[in-house]
């Protein structure tokens, strides 16, 4: 692998764990107790920090799909075009449900335990995604960059 393609790979790589860091914090404060009193300041901090969370996938997605990352990975390995496309479908289907998370929470207006279950749940089906994701991605580059290949010495 070429110095630049090892370089984008880590910073990848680091993006993956800043990403981790945030859906820990998004997990820990979707699961702080929420009543009716603590409910507007709560549904802002959790606002803000799902839009940050959702502008840092952006970037982060873009950096992969318009690096010439993928292409990358493509060229050296033609057999695994279904996995880099399924990974690339799964971008815009996270930032899908994320945005109709994000338009739905702002359009709650006052207290409902029925309501913030419902939205932890779709929050924490997105996280889970993104673990999971995450995990192919990083079994891509491993596949694809750094897979013994067997050639005796």
Do not use: C
Not at 49 to 56: A, P, V, Y
Not at 84 to 113: N, Y
Not at 146 to 151: L, R
Request: glycine share 4%.
């Amino acid at each position: 692998m070429s110095k630049d393609k090892k370089t984008l790979a880590t910073r990848i790589e680091e993006e993956h764990a800043s990403l981790h860091s945030m859906m820990e914090r998004i997990r820990t404060d979707l699961a702080k107790e929420v009543t009716p009193a603590l409910f507007a300041n709560w549904k802002i901090e959790i606002l803000v920090l799902l839009r940050d969370f959702q502008n840092e996938l952006l970037k982060h997605f873009d950096l992969e799909e318009l690096s010439g990352f993928m292409e990358d990975l493509l060229m050296l390995a033609p057999r695994k075009s279904r996995v880099v496309e399924q990974l690339e479908a799964e971008h815009e289907q996270v930032i899908e449900e994320l945005g109709e998370v994000l338009t739905d929470l702002k359009k709650l207006r006052e207290f409902s335990s029925e309501d913030l279950s419902g939205l932890r749940a779709r929050v924490e089906k997105i996280l889970a995604t993104l673990d999971a994701h995450e995990a192919a991605e990083r079994e891509l580059i491993y596949d694809v960059y750094f897979q013994d290949i067997g050639i005796g010495d």
